[in-house]
């Protein structure tokens, strides 16, 4: 058993696939369990809309096996889209993950939210031991020394930003604009800020729960424009601009639904970006005139603006999280010698029960307590270098020869090489 990663990312697959292999918030916490019930003796899950990660104590093959049979898949057909990690693999791909390295929008905060939202969630279905929790754990320290000493942060074009940057290439000025965000979670909220900054005409937050809708709007200090899911088929016509971000396993925004808006609007321009994986909007939509849809792919060319200034900084990160990995496989590794080392210490605790006990029969006998000392010591001494004279008598090997050395500081000559003739 071994830590090991399996994923896969914006990089390696379509939406079209990721969102067959995504696992919902509320699917999460069975799936987690289910994996740690069946195929690896630790796990954890992290889902986004640009990538699905398995990180897992166990063995790579039954845990592709365990991700395509829950999803309905052959382990052959998801294999293409998946990159497997060994364990000094993953260490290092968990470090650039919570940093932000391996982010489509280089440097992006987000990532590490998700990140112990998805521990958060496998602490709570037990699903954790010493590897996980220790890797997240050194992975989240990383992540803050990383960004508190490098600036590869500093001026991410991000999703959110990208979105507006969108929409203003499709309608230029905003202002006389109507918006209407699908979802009232975290992604949604980073994006209505980015467009409230615009002043539209009109934000309106339509989700399955109207309290959560009128907080986002408290909190983002809008007027209290808010709608139900199941409203959308009778106000979508009078939005310019949707943008739908939601936990939903099937599309909330279909076809026909979006044909009769676009009748209403007498085929006036609507701007649609999908950021969510499975999708809410269906991909038929995009055949609908005077519809542009886009999905979260469809940002990438965007975000890649700003990333050359921001090399150098990756860079530097880069170094620190080589150092960080190093630290912790020599952590690692120290973990794996410790039954060794109590294997030694019980080694020579049984030993010394043993000449202790010995000598405390030969003082009820009324032996000396100098005699006694005496034998002690000697019969402890031969014990305690039994083991490795014998070894040591058996043949010249030079690493043995060493280790011994090396364990009591010996200066030992090296044997001659001449021969006699």
């Known amino acids: 058993m071994r830590l090991t990663t399996i994923g896969l990312n914006h990089q390696t697959a379509p939406v079209a696939i990721r969102e067959q292999l995504a696992f919902s918030a509320e699917n999460l916490p069975h799936a987690v369990r289910n994996l740690a019930d069946t195929a690896a003796a630790e796990a954890l899950i992290l889902s986004t809309c640009n990538r699905t990660e398995l990180y897992c104590v166990g063995d790579a093959e039954q845990i592709i096996d ?33 940093c932000g390295l391996d982010s489509m929008v280089l440097g992006e905060p987000q990532i590490l939210g998700q990140m112990k939202d998805a521990l958060r969630v496998a602490e709570q279905e037990d699903c954790l031991g010493t590897w996980l929790n220790g890797l997240f754990q050194k992975t989240f320290a990383t992540a803050k020394e990383v960004r508190s000493h490098t600036s590869v942060g500093d001026s991410t074009v991000s999703m959110a930003s990208a979105a507006v940057k969108m929409a203003e290439q499709q309608f230029g000025d905003l202002s006389a604009k109507n918006v209407l965000f699908v979802g009232a979670g975290e992604m949604i909220e980073l994006v209505a800020t980015y467009f409230a900054a615009k002043n539209p005409q009109r934000i309106t937050i339509a989700n399955r729960s109207l309290p959560r809708a009128e907080n986002l709007c408290q909190r983002l200090q809008l007027a209290q424009d808010v709608r139900l899911l199941q409203d959308l088929p009778d106000i979508l016509a009078d939005y310019d601009i949707v943008i739908a971000s939601t936990a939903s396993n099937l599309p909330i925004i279909d076809a026909q639904m979006v044909q009769n808006a676009m009748n209403q609007r007498q085929n006036q321009a609507m701007f649609m970006l999908d950021l969510a994986v499975p999708r809410d ?108 004279t014998r070894l040591l008598n058996k043949g010249e090997d030079s690493g043995l020869v060493d280790a011994v050395s090396a364990i009591y500081r010996l200066h030992h000559a090296k044997p001659s090489s001449n021969r006699l003739i």
């Open 66 to 98: 365990w991700w395509a049979n829950y999803h309905g898949f052959q382990a052959a057909e998801i294999r293409p889209y998946l990159y497997v990690h060994g364990c000094s693999e993953t260490i290092r791909h968990a470090f650039r993950v919570a």
């Open 281 to 388: 909007i269906a991909p038929q939509v995009a055949q609908i005139s005077g519809v542009h849809l886009h999905t979260v792919d469809d940002i990438a060319a965007i975000v890649q603006n700003g990333k050359a200034s921001r090399r150098e900084a990756a860079a530097a990160a880069e170094h620190m999280v080589g150092q960080k990995v190093a630290e912790f496989i020599g952590w690692q590794q120290s973990r794996q010698r410790v039954p060794l080392i109590c294997a030694l210490r019980n080694e020579g605790e049984r030993a010394r029960q043993q000449v202790l006990e010995n000598a405390m029969k030969q003082l009820a006998r009324g032996a000396s307590p100098e005699e006694v000392l005496e034998r002690l010591s000697v019969q402890l001494t031969n014990k305690l270098l039994h083991a490795p």
